[in-house]
C-alpha cells in the first residue's frame, strides 16, 4: 500500500506552511522538527513506504533558488535518486501533471 501526501502549494510561501501542510497529514513528523536535517531522517527512517508526494497548483518561479521548496525539493529528489521505487513525487502545474 502506498502513502499519499498532497501539498496545496499556492498556500506554501514559507518553509514553515510545507512542513504545516506535512504535518495536518502526518502528525508524528513534529517531533522531527521543522529543518531539512529533520525531513531527511524522516523520509529515510521514519516514513511508511513507499510514498507519492502530490504538489498541487506549483508555479516554476517556487523551484528557483533560494525560494522555500527549492531546498525541499532537493531532498526529496534525492531520496528518490536512491530508492526510485520508494519514492514518486508527482506535480500539477496549472492543471498538466509531471512525474
Known sequence: M??????????IKTRDDFYQQLCQQFPAYSSFGYNLDGLWDWLTGELPLPLTCHFHGLNPQQLKAGQPLAAIFAVLHEAQTEQRDLYHIVVDYDGDVEE
Open 2 to 11: 502506498m502513502f499519499t501526501l498532497h501539498f496545496d502549494c499556492r498556500d
